[in-house]
T-cell receptor, first 110, second 116 residues
Framework: SQQGEEDPQALSIQEGENATMNCSYK?????LQWYRQNSGRGLVHLIL?????REKHSGRLRVTLDTSKKSSSLLITASRAADTASYFC??????????FGKGTMLLVSP | GAVVSQHPSWVICKSGTSVKIECRSL??????MFWYRQFPKQSLMLMAT?????????EQGVEKDKFLINHASLTLSTLTVTSAHPEDSSFYIC????????????FGSGTRLTVV
């Protein structure tokens, strides 16, 4: 069953702006992961944050995790047109299977 | 980095025929692979977990006799859609873990199946 819920469902911004996507989940997790999917393609792993971590950075990506609120956010700074894609959060409850959220479609206009 | 190769990328088949999709881990061994299904503009739904040398574990509601999974080696898992029908048309994606908690899972590029 899908337990992750991302918002917004769709986000349209201009190049250079920051994009923030949020994800909420319902059960306890081992870690939370963010993936990117270009249209009609497979998923690319972006970043993983463990349940005992609160924030993690990777290049222009910043992920936060609030286990008390069961939520996470993905911030993409200084967005580029090439960042246009769908972004999914996925939770790993420790059973080696991922549960995906519904995704956020990000459109970055030049 | 870890690479999972999935093919075909797309396939069109007639109703009633079977289609096999392959998923290979190219530079690592994967004792476990995962098969997902994705409808347009929707999320990924886990169909089954493929275990090398043993039977696959199917999620609730997924027909194991329709979606046959074989994981005969540490680098290859196959999904066969048997007696395909138009409602089986979808995007199928496999994934595997190359190990290492911080690396997440590696996904294949997906297979677009259209049943006509």
């Amino acid at each position: 069953s899908q337990q992750g819920e991302e918002d917004p469902q769709a986000l349209s911004i201009q190049e250079g702006e920051n994009a923030t996507m949020n994800c909420s989940y319902k059960t306890s997790i081992n870690n939370l992961q963010w993936y990117r999917q270009n249209s009609g393609r497979g998923l690319v792993h972006l970043i993983l944050i463990r349940s005992n971590e609160r924030e993690k950075h990777s290049g222009r990506l910043r992920v936060t995790l609030d286990t008390s609120k069961k939520s996470s956010s993905l911030l993409i700074t200084a967005s580029r047109a090439a960042d246009t894609a769908s972004y999914f959060c996925a939770t790993d409850a420790g059973y080696s299977t991922l549960t995906f959220g519904k995704g956020t479609m990000l459109l970055v206009s030049p | 980095g870890a690479v999972v190769s999935q093919h075909p990328s797309w396939v069109i088949c007639k109703s009633g025929t079977s289609v096999k999709i392959e998923c290979r881990s190219l530079d690592f061994q994967a004792t476990t692979m995962f098969w997902y299904r994705q409808f347009p503009k929707q999320s990924l739904m886990l169909m089954a977990t493929s275990n090398e040398g043993s039977k696959a574990t199917y999620e609730q509601g997924v027909e194991k006799d329709k979606f046959l999974i074989n994981h005969a080696s540490l680098t290859l898992s196959t999904l066969t859609v048997t007696s395909a029908h138009p409602e089986d048309s979808s995007f199928y994606i496999c994934s595997a873990s190359s190990g290492g908690l911080d690396y997440g899972y590696t996904f294949g590029s997906g297979t677009r199946l259209t049943v006509v």
